[in-house]
């Protein structure tokens, strides 16, 4: 049973992980750029380009996650 707690908890934190704001890592991940990279609504006002691949950020897609 702890293998089965241990694994559950691992996936978890792996789904948190793929959610949070890569550039604050507090708040959940709401704006998706053309590039496929994302972040929270007040990190990506302060961005121009990507900060994963440095791409210009030309357009931002809302998502609901």
């Known amino acids: 049973q702890?293998?089965?707690l241990k694994k559950l908890q691992n996936r978890i934190r792996?789904?948190?992980e793929r959610i949070t704001c890569p550039i604050c890592i507090d708040d959940q991940i709401k704006l998706v750029?053309?590039?496929g990279h994302?972040?929270?609504s007040?990190?990506?006002t302060a961005l121009?380009?990507?900060p994963?691949?440095?791409q210009a950020i030309r357009?931002?897609?809302q998502i609901f996650v």
Request: charged letters at 25%; a negative charge.
């Open 52 to 54: 994963i691949c440095r």
């Open 59 to 61: 357009e931002r897609i």
């Open 48 to 50: 121009t380009v990507c």
């Open 33 to 35: 750029f053309q590039c």
């Open 38 to 40: 994302g972040s929270c």
């Open 42 to 44: 007040d990190c990506s």
């Open 2 to 4: 702890e293998c089965i």
């Open 14 to 16: 792996q789904l948190e």
